[in-house]
């Protein structure tokens, strides 16, 4: 059987089950053998998503915006090893701290989105790049700039201010005409949240059934995590990092090259099943974003979607295995079975190797539900569909997610549940007296 076969085998199994939300793009030597939308753009209209759906691609942005630093350095506008001072000069400790540090996450600037009351206050309430710069500009160094690495959008704030200094243009400006358009990306730009995008998917959450995802204003992301785009347009973006498009050869060498903790200029480059590759995880407000591009391969995965708990990055590279020539594994068909034999499940669990995280398992409406904490601890609540019973084991697949529960009970009475979560992790979970 063909890769291509085994990756639509893949898909079709993740779809039937309702595993996949948004748009997945596959290509392989240059040729897009996988492009299609999943789930709905709209729930409340009842909008399908497409390959042509438009979702908001949260820190993938960050590579956009270092491509700008490099533009700008080729034309001689400004020094990747210039010092934020030289830009924004009432910066402090900006005589320290370089363009190039910002770009690899080496400057020691703390991540404005990290503080107590970003998620509560900062990220819902508009504000100016000048204001948002203002709220870390003070706060002292994590560490000596070059020294250590930490993920910090805070950096890319700064780049942001430093490409409209040097260019007198507004971020979204330089970016349409210095990056988008050349690459024929018609369908990408920066959200305000303002203007209306025509066919921008809406983001969901999830508790029982998709919902509304917490608010973000889209007023400040600009180049730390404030663009749109589709899967289509990510796909020549994936060209301009393989061929010199954008900028020469050399320097975008550079500009790819790992520093610290494989993290380059606005790109992971690391290694998966030993192939090298450059991407970038994305998430804001709904919507979680993986691009994946194994550079020597000519193989690029991108996974788009507007349902926040879609783990992206697990399901791209299952595909990545599958185009290496490995066999995916596929979920068991989500097919609900009747009980028999019906037994109380219902309860708190802790896992047997950490007893402080717990999952619940409750009862309603003749239906079991899973609610069990997810990235950066949000909790969400699952449908529990049983597919299989047998003496002393009964099987149950979560809705919306590929997760797995294994009740395992004697004479009714629960002995442990084996819960293997959608990255493949077992564990064994007691439930609580």
Known sequence: MTKEKNIINWINAYKQNGYLHGSILVAINGEIIMHDGFGMANWEHEVPNTALTKFRIGSITKGFTAMAIYQLHERALLHIDDTISKFLPHYPNGEKITLYHCMTGTSGVPDFTGMPDFWFKTMRLPATLQEIINSFKDLPLNFDPGSDYEYSTSNYMLLTAVIEKVTSQAYSDYMRENIFLPLGMNDTGVDNGREIIHGLASGYSFWEKPIHAEFADLSFPLGGYGLYSTTGDLYKWSQALRKPILISEATLTQML?????????????????????????????????????????????????????????????????????????????????????????????????????????????????????????????FKLIPISERPGTLCFLTNMIHEKLYIHFTNKKIDHVEYIDYYGNKNMLIKKA
């Open 257 to 381: 090259a790992p520093n610290l903790e494989d993290y380059a200029c606005g790109l992971v480059n690391a290694s998966y099943l030993n192939k090298k590759y450059v991407g970038h995880f994305g998430d804001i407000s709904g919507f979680t974003n993986d691009f994946l591009a194994f550079q020597d391969d000519e193989i690029t995965i991108i996974h788009l979607s507007n349902m926040n708990i879609t783990p992206v990055m697990k399901l791209t590279r299952e595909l990545a295995k599958i185009a290496f020539g490995e066999f995916g594994v596929l979920p068991d068909p989500a097919l609900p079975i009747s009980l028999k034999e019906p037994i109380s499940i219902d309860g708190t669990y802790y896992f047997n190797n950490n007893p402080e995280a717990t999952i619940d398992i409750s009862y309603k409406d003749n239906e079991f539900y899973l609610t069990v904490p997810k990235m950066y601890g949000a909790i969400y609540k």
